[in-house]
């Protein structure tokens, strides 16, 4: 790709990002749209935005988004501050050494605009060059920072994660255990045998047991309730014409608005009917062998989860109870085998959408070499030949193009993690992110490298000396898919689909939209994306530092926006207490490694023999690192030690309101389905009487 292509591609996103960020900043405040953009806030803020985003302390973040809140902004900022150190080091000292060199031409400044974005790269420089040695040290330097921040960052948040455990109030996930694949006899219910096995073998700490029930049908009806329930309240902003004026038309003398009414409420008034019915049924009918069990002590709870109860280690399976609101209640019906064969199934799927994606991603590339597009496209030859459509084609389209397929993923994965039996809805988001995570790097790094046209990568293998040059090739290529994400980062502050859905509402005149409801951080889409963004820094590293800029101020960008979306618009479903950062510190040193062993390859090729065998003790110190931290924090996350529970459980035995918080942990866990449901009362059927609806 060309500097001119390039230039048009950040060109066209920073304009996009601007106009983006402009729109929010003046509508945010209009009250017509506070409740797309300040749905928590009863009112937007006067003072900037950004200014907000910036002076909001831990304990806002925590207060708002919980410690996985705080944990995914803990994310951004190790991202910012290892992207700052390579930025420096990358643009201050490698950028002028690559572009200064003379390895593929000599330079050209008036003719720059169509020079090769490769002589900013280590391509450029010349083989068993001596200055190859500050590409070796940076190499050091970087290794050492990313490793200082990720063993003070683990333990940071792991003590947090311990202080959140401790000053926390009492949790009924904390004093709960879900228990699968209890065994069936006979005669015996459910119910029954879960009570005769845990007084027999948990006599002194055992609570109650809350047996979950087939409630498959009965959600079906309550969720076509609550349909109903929703248009019925939408019409409530239809116009009202007074009883002096002439009255509503009815079309053939048919519909009207009282004939809407009066279907909507009678099919109200059947569905709640309907619902009554069949929870009276569901606590009689055959029970699913799960049920949540509730203990006198976190302690007691934790040797149930981590002390294997049966023989049969098929049968009697605890684990970690989610907090009452995060529970998924239709996974539970699953048997032990079902889930087993899901996860083989979900795995296969998995693997054939990436080889799917390698076919898209093969034609992406085909996009950025205008020789390989003329070749398909013989009768556009002539248009591709104009150069705004040319640097349009090749330098702005792919990524565009990459973005788009790519944005419909994160809902296939977070099927996938559901068709696998999770019971809570942070158990399918952490497996949702990491399936993601898998995705992005195979699909968007390793797919675009090993992909392109036969012919180059043909020339790969006879000539290996080509390898730098082809890798900084599609640094190009990763860089307009950087500066895209710029204008998809910024679109996610103005609530691009919030939005439209509130002005189609608000345009309707036949019935007023309800605005959607609060939606949380999407976790399992957002980390694998700051992930993928930090493995590109780090690879790129040595071989073309030109992206290092772009990479740092998408991270910044973020950095405001998703505090300025934690605190004003989306409301934590779940806290799983920071389990997410595992995940960003196995993610930081695979790049690392994968930064060595690119480095390496890099050097030897560049005839620079020394510096490519001194990095080889790297990656293996890297390794020797992870394993470490892994012994040292890892298991914080895990679980929680002998030493915090019994403190935490003597800290509040005698407390008097642990009584009534031990009579509502014996039905914190009863499924929603189950509970009663009265929508239609309150309301008034007369046309004259406002609001139509009762507020519930």
């Not at 389990?579 to 790049?591: D, E, L, Q, Y």
């Amino acid at each position: 790709m060309i500097v001119s292509a390039l230039a048009t591609a950040v060109g066209i996103n920073l304009g996009l990002t601007v106009l983006l960020i402009s729109a929010f900043s003046l509508l945010r405040r209009r009250p017509p749209f506070i409740s797309v953009y300040s749905p928590r806030r009863p009112y937007a803020p006067l003072e900037s935005w950004i200014a907000a985003a910036w002076r909001l302390s831990e304990d806002d973040i925590r207060a708002a988004a919980g410690l996985d809140g705080v944990v995914f902004v803990r994310i951004i900022v190790f991202s910012i501050r290892v992207s700052a150190v390579a930025a420096v080091l990358g643009v201050g000292v490698l950028l002028p050494v690559n572009f200064m060199g003379d390895q593929l031409s000599l330079i050209d400044f008036a003719d720059l605009s169509n020079k090769s974005v490769d002589l900013f790269s280590i391509s450029n420089v010349k083989d068993k060059s001596n200055k190859l040695w500050l590409h070796f040290s940076a190499v050091y330097i970087i290794t050492g920072v990313a490793c200082y921040l990720l063993y003070h960052d683990y333990k940071y948040i792991a003590g947090k994660r311990l202080e959140y455990f401790m000053t926390s109030k009492p949790l009924p996930q904390h004093f709960t255990v879900l228990v699968r694949a209890i065994p069936r006899t006979d005669g015996v219910s459910v119910s029954d045998a879960v009570d005769k096995f845990f007084k027999q073998y948990h006599s002194s700490t055992y609570l109650s047991g809350n047996v979950v029930h087939q409630t498959g049908k009965l959600r079906r009806l309550v969720n076509d309730t609550e349909i109903i329930w929703r248009k019925l309240k939408n019409l409530k902003y239809v116009p009202y014409q007074s009883p002096t004026e002439d009255p509503p038309k009815k079309f053939l003398g048919l519909f009207g608005r009282s004939n809407v009414l009066g279907k909507y409420q009678k099919k109200l008034e059947n569905l709640e009917e309907n619902v009554r019915m069949e929870q009276s049924e569901a606590t009689r009918r055959q029970e699913i062998s799960a049920a949540f069990v509730s203990f006198k002590t976190r302690y007691a709870a934790a040797n149930a989860i981590y002390i294997r109860q049966s023989d049969n280690p098929t049968e009697w399976q605890t684990e970690h109870a989610p907090d009452p609101h995060d529970v998924y209640w239709p996974n539970f019906s699953t048997t032990f085998m079902e889930r087993w064969i899901s996860k083989f199934v979900v795995f296969v799927a998995s693997v054939l959408l990436i080889i799917v994606f390698l076919i898209v991603v093969a034609f992406i590339q085909g996009l950025t070499y205008m020789e390989q597009l003329e070749a398909w496209l013989p009768f556009l030859r002539n248009i591709l030949e104009i150069a705004i459509v040319s640097q349009l084609v090749t330098g702005y389209l792919p990524s565009v193009i990459l973005q788009f397929v790519s944005s419909y993923v994160p809902k296939l994965m977070k099927k996938f993690s559901t068709m696998q039996g999770f019971g809570s809805v942070s158990g399918i988001e952490r497996s949702a992110c990491n399936k993601m995570l898998r995705f992005t790097i195979w699909t968007v790094f390793f797919s675009n490298i090993l992909t392109g046209t036969a012919l180059r990568q043909l020339e790969i293998f006879l000539d290996p000396k080509e390898i730098p040059s082809k890798l900084a090739i599609l640094a190009s290529f990763f860089i307009a898919y950087v500066v895209t994400s710029w204008t998809t980062i910024t679109s996610e502050i103005t609530q691009t689909s919030a939005l439209l859905y509130h002005l189609w509402g608000s345009c309707a005149k036949c019935c007023k939209r309800d605005d959607p409801e609060t939606q949380s951080m999407k976790y399992h889409s957002e980390i694998p994306k700051i992930l993928l963004f930090g493995l590109l820094g780090l690879t790129y590293f040595i071989v073309a530092p030109l992206i290092l800029p772009f990479i740092l101020v998408y991270f910044c960008l973020g950095y405001f926006i998703f505090r300025n979306q934690l605190c004003n618009v989306y409301a934590p479903k779940y806290d799983t207490g920071g389990r997410f950062w595992p995940i960003v510190h196995n993610a930081t040193i695979f790049s690392l490694v994968l930064m060595h062993l690119i480095s390496i390859g890099v050097l030897g090729v560049k005839n620079f023999p020394i510096g490519a065998s001194l990095l080889v003790p790297l990656p293996l110190l890297t390794l020797l690192f992870n394993s470490y931290c892994g012994n040292r924090f890892f298991p914080i996350f895990e679980a929680y030690s002998t030493e915090s529970l019994v403190n935490k459980d003597k800290q509040e035995e005698n407390k008097p309101e642990m009584s009534e918080f031990f009579r509502n942990l014996e039905t914190a866990y009863t499924d929603p389905a189950l509970k009663p449901i009265q929508r239609s009362s309150g309301y008034d059927y007369d046309e004259r009487t406002a609001p139509l609806l009762s507020s519930v």
